[in-house]
């Protein structure tokens, strides 16, 4: 597929034009990223929101813990067992029911049908 001149100079020009744009937004991204980081020191970096790594000073290390950190493990544990078994409860109270909307619903469709109910 040939191009013909006017063709060709029409697609430099285009070129030029996306090649002008991408530099021009190259350099606003630039000087965003500039100004985002303007103030930015290295030695005060981190919002202190976070606390997952070492070193933050809240828990002994292990075999370190005291009485009141092993009760307060105990109770989150207590805890944590607790809202299992409530769990596990509400998805068997859900489970039953919907097995009787179910039995309901087979009962409903053979009194239709005329097959006898089995359940």
Same mark, same amino acid.
């Given at each position: 597929m040939g191009r013909s001149k006017s063709q060709s100079g029409v697609v430099d020009c285009e070129s030029s034009v996306v090649k002008s744009s991408t530099n021009d &937004?190259?350099?606003q991204l630039d000087r &965003?990223? !500039?100004e985002l980081f303007a103030g930015?020191?290295?030695e005060k970096a981190g919002s202190g929101r976070f606390f997952d790594g070492p070193g933050t000073g809240r828990e002994p290390p292990? !075999?370190?813990e005291n009485d009141?950190?092993?009760e307060g493990i105990k109770q989150q544990t207590k805890f944590l067992k607790q809202e299992s078994v409530n769990s596990t409860r509400n998805a068997l109270r859900m489970a039953r029911e919907a097995e009787e909307t179910a039995r309901g619903t087979l009962g409903r469709l053979g009194d239709q049908s005329g097959v006898p109910d089995f359940f």
């Open positions: &937004a190259q350099s &965003a990223r !500039g930015y020191n290295p292990p !075999g370190e009141e950190d092993v």
